[in-house]
């Protein structure tokens, strides 16, 4: 399994609407950068995703994991980006903001901080389990 952080403007979708999306899932889609593209080529089914609000709120606040994997994105009439489904999995105990984030000396290197206009991006499974521990939830 990989674990990724995708990123939403809530006041476009929130995990409230995430959740209410229940079993059936959501599209992602939107996504217009290549690189961003090319990790949601790279998810797999059951992949986990943070589920990160950005604009005002920046903070983690729950957990999607991937129902279907990377199909063409219907509103790109160019054919080059896609999208996948995914399907609410948990909710944070506690949000884990990007201030957090970055006082954590073990979470530096992470993309969220290094390159912050990413949509898509990795993260690794020492930071994934740091990042839960601090959203108070078991993995």
């Given at each position: 399994m990989q674990y990724w952080l995708l990123k939403t403007e809530?006041?476009?979708?929130?995990?409230?609407?995430q959740v209410k999306s229940g079993?059936?899932?959501?599209?992602w889609d939107g996504v217009r950068?290549?690189?961003a593209r090319n990790n949601l080529k790279s998810?797999?089914?059951n992949d986990q995703c943070f589920f990160y609000h950005s604009g005002k709120e920046k903070s983690i606040v729950g957990i999607v994991r991937v129902i279907k994997e990377y199909f063409d994105d219907s509103e790109d009439?160019?054919?080059k980006f896609g999208s996948i489904?995914?399907?609410s999995y948990r909710e944070l105990r506690l949000p884990v903001s990007l201030k957090d984030i970055k006082n954590h000396r073990l979470l530096a290197n992470?993309?969220?901080?290094?390159?912050?206009?990413?949509?898509?991006?990795?993260?690794?499974s020492k930071s994934w389990k740091i990042i839960c521990k601090m959203g108070k939830i078991n993995i």
């Open positions: 809530p006041e476009e979708w929130s995990w409230k609407d079993k059936k899932g959501s599209i950068n290549f690189q998810m797999s089914i009439k160019r054919g489904m995914v399907q992470l993309p969220l901080i290094k390159q912050s206009r990413l949509s898509v991006m990795t993260i690794d």
